[in-house]
C-alpha cells in the first residue's frame, strides 16, 4: 500500500511540475534591460517588415566616388540587416532612461540627447499625420581622440503607414587615415 501512495505522489509532482512548465514556457520572456519611455523602435519596425514582405526595394549605394544599384527582394532576416541601423537606435534600455529629454510640436515627437549625457544616439524625430508615423529620422554622432563618425538616417511611410523609402547618410573619419562617406537610398515597391 505505502510503494502505491508514494508512486502516486510522484505522479502527482510530475504532473504539477510538468504543468508549471507548460505554463512559464508560454509566457514571455521579457527583457529587464528593455524600458518603455520612449518611441518603441524596434517594436515598430519589426511590425513594418513583417507587412513588407514580399516587396521590391531598388538601393542606390554610394562608398566615397563608387556607386552601385541594386535591386532585390528581402525576407524578415534581410530586413533585419538591412534597416540594422534604425533597430541599434532603439533607446529604449534602462541605462538610457533618464538621459533623453522628449518634447512634442507640431505632429512630432523628439527625443533628444540631454546635455553631459553619453550616447551616440543624438535625436531621434518621429513625425506623424493624423495619428500615423510619416517619417523617423535619427542623428547619431561617435567622437573621441582617434575617431569621428556621424550617420544620419530616415524611414518614410506612406499614407497607411506602410515603410516607402529608407536612407542613410554618414562619414567616417579615422586620425591618421583618410575620411570615407556612405550614402544609401532605397525605394520599396510594392
Known sequence: MKSSLKGFLWLMVLAYLGVACTEEESVPFSNPTQIDAYFPMADFLEKKIAQSAGADVSKTIRFNDEEEKVKF????????????????????????????????????????????????????????????????GIVAIKNNLFYHSEVYGELTFDEN??????????????????????????????
Open 161 to 190: 503607414e506602410q515603410l516607402s523609402t529608407y536612407s542613410l547618410e554618414g562619414n567616417q573619419k579615422v586620425w591618421f587615415l583618410t575620411g570615407t562617406s556612405l550614402e544609401v537610398q532605397a525605394e520599396i515597391e510594392e
Open 73 to 136: 527582394i528581402p525576407d524578415r532576416e534581410a530586413w533585419r540587416k538591412e534597416l540594422d541601423f534604425f533597430f541599434q537606435s532603439d533607446i529604449n534600455k534602462a541605462a538610457l532612461a533618464s538621459s533623453y529629454e522628449t518634447r512634442e510640436e507640431d505632429n512630432m515627437l523628439i527625443h533628444a540627447l540631454k546635455p553631459g549625457e553619453k550616447n551616440n544616439i543624438r535625436e531621434i524625430k518621429v513625425s506623424k499625420k493624423e495619428g500615423k508615423v510619416r517619417e523617423i
